[in-house]
Nanobody, 117 residues
Framework: QVQLVESGGGLVQPGGSLRLSCATSGFTFSNYAMNWYRQAPGKEREWVARIIGTGGTTTYADSVKGRFTIPRDNAKNTVALQMNILKPEDTAVYYC??????????WGQGTQVTVSS
């Protein structure tokens, strides 16, 4: 049974930091690229960051580049999203995603991040 469980969301002030975690099970973690997506109220889900299965190559959306990082631990089957210098526009539900080709997608249930003073 595939599971992706996000944690670490919450309320943070602008300029603050938050670290999201995604614990996974039920699939061969290192064979999958891991992504974080987010969805703000009234908006479509948008891709935030990606890290490939092995080797550590990462890519980021322009809106978070330089502020967010996406480390993974293949020994623990986990991926994180370290978010620094948070802005109110980062407020959204954040989703963990596992992806491989041919297309297979697994999703977590999401965790709420609210950036507000």
């Amino acid at each position: 049974q595939v599971q992706l469980v996000e944690s670490g969301g919450g309320l943070v002030q602008p300029g603050g930091s938050l670290r999201l975690s995604c614990a996974t099970s039920g699939f061969t973690f290192s064979n999958y690229a891991m992504n974080w997506y987010r969805q703000a109220p009234g908006k479509e889900r948008e891709w935030v960051a990606r890290i490939i299965g092995t080797g550590g190559t990462t890519t980021y959306a322009d809106s978070v580049k330089g502020r967010f990082t996406i480390p993974r631990d293949n020994a623990k089957n986990t991926v994180a999203l370290q978010m620094n210098i948070l802005k109110p526009e980062d407020t959204a539900v954040y989703y963990c995603n596992a992806y491989r080709w041919p297309p297979v997608n697994y999703w977590g249930q999401g965790t709420q991040v609210t950036v507000s003073s």
